[in-house]
């Protein structure tokens, strides 16, 4: 069993819709990162988060340290969001695990 | 924001021969480096740990003789292949932690993607 597990695999939306992608995980962990995948294999680090909820854009993630759960919404989806969304969470030290990922396309 | 350099951004090479990938922070000094693999449609695996001025820390299953990890400045990391194999092909990321940066943490590279035939 995967320590970090993302849902769903795949996603498909319309532009405009409100996308939510969770994650969930079992080890104790000191924060959780969202992460994005451009086609072309380049990461960028969305958000970090140890608690409650952070905000940037159209991008909200929230995270409940007790039932060991994140989602990561994206508001007013447009066709550019379209990526591999990952979730990784770090551990002791800088030790991460990270999740199979979320691949999201958004039709216009 | 921080920026992790990360070249080549893709490279074709033959088997036997040595691949070597830089990884550099731009705006910020990095004591420690990461290193990921990506296999297709799998997830990020920790390759190693990259210190400045010491010896990698490398994960279990991943040979050190073969991925040669130099940590010589503060800005620079380099991960080479050595006698690269075909199941070598993978797509290759470093990340590093600008301790200045509190929103978002982690600075990936942007990847290199080899591929050894």
């Known amino acids: 069993k995967n320590e970090v597990e993302q849902s769903p695999q795949n996603l498909t939306a319309q532009e405009g819709e409100f996308i939510t992608i969770n994650c969930s995980y079992s080890v104790g962990i000191s924060a959780l990162h969202w992460l994005q995948q451009h086609p072309g294999g380049g990461i960028v680090s969305l958000f970090m988060?140890?608690?409650g909820k952070k905000k940037h854009g159209r991008l909200i993630a929230t995270i409940n340290i007790q039932e060991k759960h994140s989602s990561l919404h994206i508001t007013a989806s447009h066709p550019r969001d379209s990526a591999v969304y990952i979730c990784a969470v770090r551990v002791a030290g800088n030790q991460f695990y990270f999740g199979t990922g979320t691949s999201l396309t958004v039709i216009p | 924001g921080a920026v992790v350099s990360q070249h080549p951004s893709w490279v074709i090479c033959k088997s036997g021969t040595s691949v070597k990938i830089e990884c550099r922070s731009l705006?910020?000094?990095?004591?420690?480096m990461f290193w990921y693999r990506q296999f297709p449609k799998q997830s990020l695996m920790l390759m190693a740990t990259?210190?400045?001025?010491?010896?990698?820390?490398?994960e279990q299953g991943v040979e050190k003789d073969k991925f040669l990890i130099n940590h010589a400045s503060l800005t620079l990391s380099t991960l080479t292949v050595t006698s690269a194999h075909p199941e070598d092909s993978s797509f290759y990321i470093c990340s590093a932690r600008d301790w200045g940066q509190t929103s978002y943490g982690y600075t990936f590279g942007s990847g290199t993607r080899l591929t050894v035939v």
């Open positions: 990259s210190n400045e001025g010491s010896k990698a820390t490398y």
């Open positions: 705006d910020f000094q990095a004591t420690t």
């Open positions: 988060l140890s608690s």
